[in-house]
């Protein structure tokens, strides 16, 4: 038995933010920001809108795409929960009329969806469910601090979802073989020190926080990350491709998390894939996490140029860290524009 991809659906927030939006009030410059990263503008919530608002739209799009009114399981990846507790699937289920099926969030930063098809198709596979609503949604630039040059500039907010069901291996659709990996040695590169477990906020005796406001935040070593990032995705899509026996001249599309325009198009040259089957919509979005390859499917989709039958290779890394890829043949879906 297979999972196999029977909607798309992704949303965008209407507030777009340029770079030169972001010079008014951080010290950096279009220029770095374009030539250093790729992007150009991105999306942010604004005005209440949060992660399960978003994830909502999506999800209502990948049902509507797949025909679908009902599902045995909602799972939203996200790192940028409404709150700590509880988890925002299964407000999410309600909002979208699929009330009492499982739901639950999973995280897995910049891997999560991935990590999310993964789940998904493990939920199929073990006779828990024979359809899924799987969505990535992100409201993260909530999590970076404004006034930081080396994280405010990198961030957006969106959000995508799809709809699989039980089918056969040999469908177009069908999801292909999974790599999935982590390295937690490098955990510190990516992280947000407080509001877990390990430092909750308390006031002192004098009455002030004991966790320094940064810590609230993301941190960011970009340096690091970006060779991890490089070296993790071309090593997943290089297995998932001695899996699936595809060489890489097969392959039609590369859609690969948007971190930065640099990492994606250094894997794809490790690859000897050729730029015009490279898929890029960071310089629109920047980099929207576990929303970001649901995303980039329906930007590819909406300028025409994903067609049913193209073989695509799907890759992510992120923070953890984790990494994980698989492949498929793209099927026929009607799918609505983002936004
Ligand atoms: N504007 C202007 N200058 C900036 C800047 C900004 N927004 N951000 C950083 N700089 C400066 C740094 O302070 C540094 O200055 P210095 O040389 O005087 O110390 C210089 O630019 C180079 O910084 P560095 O961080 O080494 O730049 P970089 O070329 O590595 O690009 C990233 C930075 C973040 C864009 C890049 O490292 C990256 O994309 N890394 C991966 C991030 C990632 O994958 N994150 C998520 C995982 S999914």
Request: hydrophobic fraction near 45%; aromatic fraction near 6%.
């Amino acid at each position: 038995m297979a999972a196999v991809i029977t909607g798309l659906g992704s949303w965008l927030p209407s507030r777009v933010v340029t770079n030169e939006d972001l010079c008014a009030n951080l010290d950096t410059t279009d220029e770095w920001i374009t030539t250093r990263t790729g992007i150009r503008e991105r999306r942010m919530v604004t005005g209440g809108l949060s992660t399960r608002d978003l994830a909502v739209e999506a999800g209502a799009r990948a049902l509507k795409s797949a025909d679908e009114s009902t599902v045995d399981a909602v799972v939203v990846s996200t790192t940028s929960f409404d709150r700590l507790c509880p988890a925002v699937a299964p407000e999410v289920a309600h909002l979208l009329g699929v009330d009492t099926v499982a739901a639950f969030d999973l995280t897995s930063a910049c891997s999560g969806f991935p990590y999310g098809l993964a789940t998904s198709a493990g939920l199929i596979a073990a006779g828990v469910a024979r359809k899924v609503l799987l969505i990535g949604a992100e409201a993260f630039t909530t999590l970076v601090d404004p006034g930081d040059r080396n994280t405010a500039p990198i961030f957006g907010d969106g959000a995508g979802a799809v709809v699989l069901r039980a089918g056969e291996p040999d469908e177009p659709g069908a999801l292909g073989p999974f790599d999935l990996g982590s390295d937690g040695a490098h955990a510190d590169l990516l992280a947000i020190p407080a509001g877990g477990s390990r430092q909750r906020s308390a006031r002192n005796g004098l009455g002030f926080d004991t966790v320094p406001t940064r810590d609230w935040y993301l941190q960011m070593a970009g340096r690091p990350l970006f060779v991890q990032a490089v070296e993790r995705m071309t090593t997943s899509t290089r297995r998932v491709l001695d899996r699936i026996g595809w060489s890489a001249a097969d392959v039609d599309w590369f859609v690969g998390h948007q971190a930065n325009v640099r990492i994606v198009r250094a894997v794809a040259e490790e690859l000897q894939l050729p730029e015009q089957r490279v898929a890029v919509n960071i310089d629109r979005v920047g980099n929207t996490l576990a929303a970001s390859i649901p995303l980039l499917l329906n930007d590819i989709f909406d300028r025409g140029g994903l067609e049913p039958g193209q073989r695509v290779l799907l890759s992510a890394f992120g923070a953890g860290l984790s990494w994980g890829s698989t492949a498929l043949v793209w099927p026929d879906i009607p799918i609505d524009a983002v936004s």
